[in-house]
């Protein structure tokens, strides 16, 4: 079948189940033809489509925010929330603005989550002017430290992703920075399996960038 069958095939769907199929179909042509159409399906009462969709986007990758940023639907919330996914999954900076805006006060845990660990994989190094990058990294930073004080743990752990993957980008400053504040948060963090992600951030950036942290009297349970 070609492309263009396989969009027909999307919007003549029957079923729920049908435009499920028929959006997995499409997506794994992997065209930038696709692309309207599966930003179409995102705005249908459909989760499991929209999930399909939102990795078929993110497969197509920067074209796609753009086309997102362009036509951004403030009304259909739904809608709004499967991009946000689509921009984390992407990672371009074009965004950044609606990632941290998202992962510190949308009402969706979900949203929050996703938009937090999205923050953690920015292609810095498309932001030309350094001065620019620096000011957004450290405005990121400070999302995902507020982040740590979101009241669904989700939340938290999403932010903890986030962050090891920013302090990879870091200057030594605010590596160092970022990583005293874990160590702090695990001491104070509630639940195991937030605090089992944040030792393991910490010795993943320990052993990535010989920082300094003590692991051994950093409990877990």
């Known amino acids: 079948m070609t492309v263009s069958d396989l969009i027909t095939a999307v919007n003549n769907a029957d079923s729920a189940q049908g435009l499920i199929d028929a959006v997995e179909d499409l997506v794994a042509h992997v065209d930038q033809t696709a692309m309207t159409t599966l930003v179409d399906v995102l705005k249908f009462n459909n989760p ?15 074209p ?13 919330y739904g809608a709004r929330a499967w991009m946000i996914r689509v921009f984390a999954g992407v990672g371009d900076p074009r965004a950044l603005d609606l990632l941290v805006e998202a992962a510190n006060t949308d009402f969706s845990l979900s949203v929050r989550r996703a938009a937090t660990k ?10 030309a002017d350094e001065n620019e990058r620096f000011q957004w990294q450290r405005k990121v930073l400070d999302c995902l430290l507020l982040a740590l004080e979101d009241g ?12 090891e993957g920013l302090v990879k980008s870091l200057s030594d400053e ?3 920075e970022a ?6 948060f695990i001491t104070i963090e509630d639940e195991i399996v937030v605090r089992a992600r944040c030792w393991q951030a910490l010795r ?9 942290v003590d692991l051994e009297n950093l409990a877990i349970g």
């Open 48 to 62: 499991g489509a929209a999930v399909a969709a939102v990795d078929g986007l993110i497969q197509l990758g920067k």
């Open 152 to 163: 669904e743990w989700v939340v938290r752990y999403g932010a903890i992703a986030g962050l």
């Open 174 to 176: 605010r590596q160092r």
């Open 118 to 127: 999205g923050l953690g994989s920015i292609l810095w190094q498309d932001i």
């Open 64 to 76: 796609v925010v753009s086309y997102l940023l362009e036509n951004l639907d403030g009304y259909n």
């Open 204 to 212: 993943q950036l320990s052993l990535a960038y010989g920082l300094n």
């Open 179 to 184: 990583c005293d504040y874990l160590q702090k």
